[in-house]
C-alpha cells in the first residue's frame, strides 16, 4: 500500500537582505509572497498545505509560476523537507524531475547508464540486462560505447529520453511531462510513458496542458501562491482555471506591501 499524507505543511525560503529590499514588497503577477523579516527575505513557497493520497489517485497540479508546484512535487519525493507541519510518505517513490540530470559527458552512454541504474537502485544483477534495454530503445548503436560529449543534441536526447526505461516506483511524482523530440522515438516513449503511469500505485504530475491531464489524472489541486485554491475533477476544476488566468490577464498587479512575520 502506498500513501502520501500531508497536514498543514509549510515550506519556505530565505535569502539574506541586501541593499535597498523596498522594490521586493512589490506584488508581481508571478511567484509565492515575500515576507521582510530583520536580515532575510523569506519566499513562502508553501503555506498550510493539507493534502492526502492513497492507492489509485491520478492527481495533477495546475497554477502559475511560482505556484508552489515544483517545490509541492520537490516535497512528496523527499527532497524537501516541511518548516511546519508534518508528511508521510508510504512506497517507494521515483522522481522524474529531469532524466538527464547528473550525466557526465567524459563517460559513455553505457556508463552513464550503469550509474543511473545504480542511482535508481536497480539490483546489481539485473543491470547488464537493463543497460542493454536502454542501448536498444535508443537506437544509437556504436555511439552507445562513445563519450556523450561526442554525441549531438538530438543524440543525447534519445539517450535521455530511453532512461525512462529504467523508471521503477510505486509512487510516480513527474514536473511537467516528458516528451521526445525525435519522431522515431516518440511512439515508444509513449508507450513506455503509459506503462510507467498504470504501474504507479499513485500518480502526482505538474502540467499547463489541458491534454495530458485529462488523459492521465482524474483530480487537480490548483495551487495559487504557495496556497491550496481548489481542488477537484479536472473538468471541474481547469475550466475554472482558464478563466481566471483571462480575467488576470486584464487586471494590473497591485502594490500591497507584503506581510512582515510577527
Not at 215 to 227: K, M, N
Request: with cysteine; hydrophobic share 40%; charged share 25%.
Amino acid at each position: 500500500m502506498a500513501k502520501i499524507e500531508i497536514e498543514n505543511v509549510s515550506v519556505s525560503y530565505f535569502l539574506r537582505k541586501q541593499g535597498d529590499v523596498s522594490k521586493s514588497i512589490e506584488r508581481g503577477a508571478v511567484g509565492a509572497q515575500i515576507l521582510i523579516g530583520q536580515r532575510y527575505l523569506e519566499i513562502a513557497a508553501l503555506r498550510n498545505i493539507s493534502l492526502s493520497l492513497k492507492d489509485g489517485d491520478r492527481v495533477g497540479l495546475i497554477g502559475i509560476n511560482g505556484s508552489g508546484k515544483s517545490t509541492l512535487l520537490k516535497l512528496c519525493a523527499g527532497a524537501l523537507a516541511a518548516h511546519a507541519g508534518r508528511i508521510t510518505i508510504e512506497g517507494r517513490v521515483s522522481p522524474q524531475f529531469a532524466l538527464g540530470s547528473g550525466m557526465k559527458a567524459s563517460l559513455t552512454g553505457r556508463q552513464n547508464t550503469e550509474l543511473k541504474c545504480l542511482y535508481m537502485r536497480i539490483p546489481q544483477r539485473s543491470i547488464a540486462r537493463h543497460v542493454e534495454d536502454v542501448k536498444q530503445l535508443s537506437g544509437l548503436g556504436g555511439y552507445f560505447e562513445l563519450p556523450i560529449q561526442a554525441y549531438s543534441a538530438g543524440m543525447r536526447s534519445r539517450l535521455v529520453m530511453s532512461l525512462l526505461r529504467l523508471v521503477r516506483g510505486e509512487i510516480l511524482v513527474m514536473d511537467e511531462w516528458v516528451n521526445a523530440a525525435d519522431p522515431s522515438l516518440s511512439a515508444a516513449i509513449g508507450g513506455l510513458q503509459a506503462q510507467l503511469i498504470e504501474r504507479a500505485k499513485i500518480l502526482l504530475l505538474a502540467s499547463h496542458s489541458r491534454r495530458v491531464l485529462e488523459e492521465w489524472v482524474e483530480t487537480i489541486v490548483w495551487l495559487d501562491q504557495g496556497e491550496i485554491r481548489v481542488q477537484g475533477k479536472v473538468g471541474d476544476v481547469y475550466p475554472e482555471y482558464q478563466e481566471w488566468m483571462k480575467q488576470r490577464k486584464t487586471v494590473k498587479p497591485s502594490n500591497d506591501a507584503a506581510a512582515k512575520p510577527n
